[in-house]
Antibody, heavy 121, light 107 residues
Framework: EVQLVESGGGLVQPGGSLRLSCTAS????????MHWVRQTPGKGLVWVAHVNPDETTRRYADSVKGRFTISRDTAKNTVYLQMSSLRGDDTAVYYC??????????????WGQGTTVSVSS | DIQMTQSPSSLSASVGDRITITCRAS??????LNWYQQKPEKAPKLLIYSASTLQSGVPSRFSGSGSGTDYTLTISSLQPEDFATYYC?????????FGGGTKVDSK
């Protein structure tokens, strides 16, 4: 079964940091564009960041630019989202997604189960 | 940023009904429009990409159409497993943006 598995979520204080991981066991992540998307009850689905296969293209939502970094570890078949200077409005379920076409143009065809990030004192 | 507006935000329907959900972009997106289905406590699932291409494994009762700024998702005969929330998403420009969702529940 094609699947993604996220980990690394949890409770963190405002201003703190967290690193989310996304792994795949049945396909090679570095063959695909990868995205992070987050979801809150109040704001629905929000795209956070993406990275292309060779990491030459990384883009971020304005709300996380300068605070979040998307990266890959090809040897570990893993994509990361390093989050720093966390704020309350970063509280969400974070999904890792696969993009077969690049820039999301053919949609995000595989989603992880989500990992919850809660930012609170 | 491109704003995506879905309507209605919710609708009640019965099994067997034909339903249509509309998504309007704030500018032309040249068919770079994707549709997702999400059930409670589950991740979204890709249904349609490029406005009208059915994702592999998705039942043929789902269809998408549209052009320019206006797009629709149609379910030709609603099945019990189709009660869910549906989202559109544009992939013409970064940042990728989603519509606010349409919740389909049982009448």
């Amino acid at each position: 079964e094609v699947q993604l598995v996220e980990s690394g979520g949890g409770l963190v204080q405002p201003g703190g940091s967290l690193r989310l991981s996304c792994t795949a066991s049945t396909f090679i992540l570095s063959d695909f564009w990868m995205h992070w998307v987050r979801q809150t009850p109040g704001k629905g689905l929000v795209w956070v960041a993406h990275v292309n296969p060779d990491e030459t293209t990384r883009r971020y939502a304005d709300s996380v630019k300068g605070r979040f970094t998307i990266s890959r570890d090809t040897a570990k078949n893993t994509v990361y989202l390093q989050m720093s200077s966390l704020r309350g409005d970063d509280t969400a379920v974070y999904y890792c997604t696969r993009d077969p076409g690049g820039y999301g143009q053919h949609g995000m065809d595989v989603w992880g189960q989500g990992t919850t990030v809660s930012v609170s004192s | 940023d491109i704003q995506m507006t879905q309507s209605p935000s919710s609708l009640s329907a019965s099994v067997g009904d034909r339903i249509t959900i509309t998504c309007r972009a704030s500018q032309r997106i040249y068919n770079y429009l994707n549709w997702y289905q999400q059930k409670p406590e589950k991740a979204p699932k890709l249904l349609i990409y490029s406005a009208s291409t059915l994702q592999s494994g998705v039942p043929s009762r789902f269809s998408g159409s549209g052009s320019g700024t206006d797009y629709t998702l149609t379910i030709s005969s609603l099945q019990p497993e189709d009660f869910a929330t549906y989202y559109c998403q544009q992939s013409y420009l970064t940042p990728l943006t989603f519509g606010g969702g349409t919740k389909v529940d049982s009448k």
